[in-house]
């Protein structure tokens, strides 16, 4: 994550259909509540991707989330259940950033109009966001509380929340894996590098050698992008996408991933040569 740039305007987003998004919303709860997810129960943050290409981060209670100036507000310590809304199709990538929490989604190029994520912030800690396809995009942040004061969803009955009518006031920004969550770590695989060559050549190797089969369990990603016309986009078969580096993303990060059992692809977008590999207990 880049540190925090200059404030800029902030421009109200056009006019959403909370009702659409929390339709979508609840559909991907459901769906998390039939598989046994136990995030379903945290608070609600809520976050818009808007056509004007902002982002609308807020609570349940309608407070917007985020600032690109002066000291970031405090937010709750805690686990929280992210609902991402994309029914403006706007083709944006969400970095979501902090100690324990590195989430990055453009919800497979725009074409997931709804997803779910449990994500853990953890105390006196500084989380940042942004929009990785828009050059000179401004970094928000906000802090955290010094203790834990949002009840871990694993013990918590209350129902998901629903976001406040008529929350409209937001900022501007910043795979489906649960990183930090409240769930059991899985054990520690080291580390993999994906790498996007100025030609748009990918690959995703370990050690030196290009991956074909890796154990099940969360890896560090190093992620080298020399291209600004590819990206780099991880998947499990009929699973939803992570994307690793944006088409307009050239530089290095790292993130970490929980890789689960199955069969697993990379590609640059939705047209490219898919590779795959296998992932095994």
Do not use: C
């Amino acid at each position: 994550m880049q540190s925090s740039e200059p404030d800029v305007t902030r421009h109200g987003p056009p006019v959403l259909s909370w009702v659409a998004a929390l339709a979508a919303a609840l559909v991907v709860a459901a769906s998390a509540s039939a598989a046994g997810a136990v995030g379903a129960a945290a608070p609600g943050m809520y976050v818009n991707f808007n056509a004007n290409h902002t982002f609308l981060v807020t609570l349940v209670d309608g407070t917007v989330v985020g600032s690109s100036a002066g000291a970031p507000a405090t937010l709750p310590a805690g686990a929280y259940q992210l609902y991402l809304n994309d029914t403006s199709g706007a083709l944006m990538q969400f970095d979501l950033g902090g100690p324990g929490v590195s989430l990055v989604t453009n919800m497979t190029n725009a074409e997931d109009l709804a997803a779910s994520y449990t994500e853990t912030f953890q105390p006196s800690s500084t989380y940042t966001f942004r929009d990785d396809d828009a050059a000179g995009s401004p970094v928000f942040s906000f802090a955290t509380s010094s203790t834990i004061a949002v009840p871990s969803p694993a013990t918590t009955t209350q129902p998901a929340p629903s976001p406040a009518a008529g929350a409209t006031t937001g900022a501007t920004s910043g795979s489906t894996d649960i990183v930090g969550s409240a769930t059991a770590v899985p054990k520690n695989r080291g580390k993999l590098t994906a790498t996007v060559s100025t030609a748009g050549k990918l690959q995703l190797g370990s050690a030196g050698r290009s991956v074909t089969v890796l154990k099940t369990g969360r890896y560090t990603i190093a992620v080298v992008d020399r291209s600004r016309t590819a990206g780099f986009t991880l998947q499990e078969t009929k699973r939803s996408a992570r994307s690793l580096s944006g088409a307009l993303f050239s530089g290095s990060r790292k993130l970490t991933l929980d890789l689960t059992p199955g069969q697993w692809f990379f590609y640059s977008n939705a047209i490219s040569k898919k590779t795959y590999f296998l992932v095994t207990r």
